[in-house]
């Protein structure tokens, strides 16, 4: 089965710096790479997705790229404002198959210093 | 529109006690899932339902049961509870196609 690893596990960036996460896959099959962003207290929100058919995609100061043949893909977060501290995770699934089923990674705290 | 609830949302337990956890969509979302979250361990499905009426195991199932009695609402059950279940539980439901899943606010549960 599908097996997601995600590095780091702990960031630290300075306000207004850049901070990037990375996740490797296993399963070739996966086609649907959602990043999930989890504040104190909070269930996970979907922040930003990206599909097979994808290299890179954009939303303001967030982006997300793909490496299909390195089976690898990561979150750019530029301009770190406080407010973007919490805790991500990455996950992968195919759909068509498996219900749905999310293999999420092991999260990434990010810490935003004023 | 509430989304995805979650009841209760703390609950500590003796060894041995059961409990319901109980999620409930106005979503109206085909599929539902219980997770469980642990430090470091990310975020692991226990069982999954693609409907009304149907369950499946997910990747951590021992010591869980669930139903789906009803669209809109997901049961979680532990028959007797073990402090290895100590932990946050999230319910989430998904509309199908591809497409965002949507998460409760969690229960954190705490077995003595």
């Known amino acids: 089965g599908e097996n997601v690893e995600q590095h780091p596990s702990t960031l630290s960036v300075q306000e207004g710096d850049s901070a990037v996460i990375k996740c490797t896959y296993s399963d070739s099959a996966s086609n649907y790479f959602p990043w999930y962003k989890q504040e104190l207290g909070k269930g996970p929100q979907l922040i930003i997705d990206i599909r097979s058919n994808v290299g890179e995609k954009k939303d303001q100061r967030i982006a997300v790229t793909l490496n299909k043949t390195a089976k690898h893909f990561s979150l750019h977060i530029t301009e770190t404002q406080p407010e973007d501290s919490a805790v991500y995770f990455c996950?992968?699934?195919?759909?068509?198959?498996?219900?749905?089923?999310?293999?999420f990674g092991k999260g990434t705290k990010l810490s935003v210093k004023p | 529109n509430a989304g995805v609830t979650q009841t209760p949302k703390f609950r500590v337990l003796k060894t041995g006690q059961s409990m319901t956890l109980l999620c409930a969509q106005d979503?109206?979302?085909?599929?539902m899932y219980w997770y469980r979250q642990d430090p470091g361990m990310g975020l692991r499905l226990i069982h999954y339902s693609v409907g009304e009426g149907t369950t499946a195991k997910g990747e951590v199932p021992d010591g869980y049961n669930v139903s789906r009695l009803k669209k809109q609402n997901f049961l979680l059950g532990l028959e007797s509870a073990a402090p290895s279940q100590t932990s946050v539980y999230f319910c989430?439901?998904?509309?199908?196609?591809?497409?965002?899943?949507?998460f409760g606010p969690g229960t954190r549960l705490t077995v003595l």
């Open positions: 979503m109206n979302h085909e599929y």
């Open positions: 996950a992968a699934t195919s759909y068509g198959g498996s219900q749905g089923n999310l293999i």
């Open positions: 989430a439901t998904w509309v199908g196609r591809v497409n965002e899943q949507f």
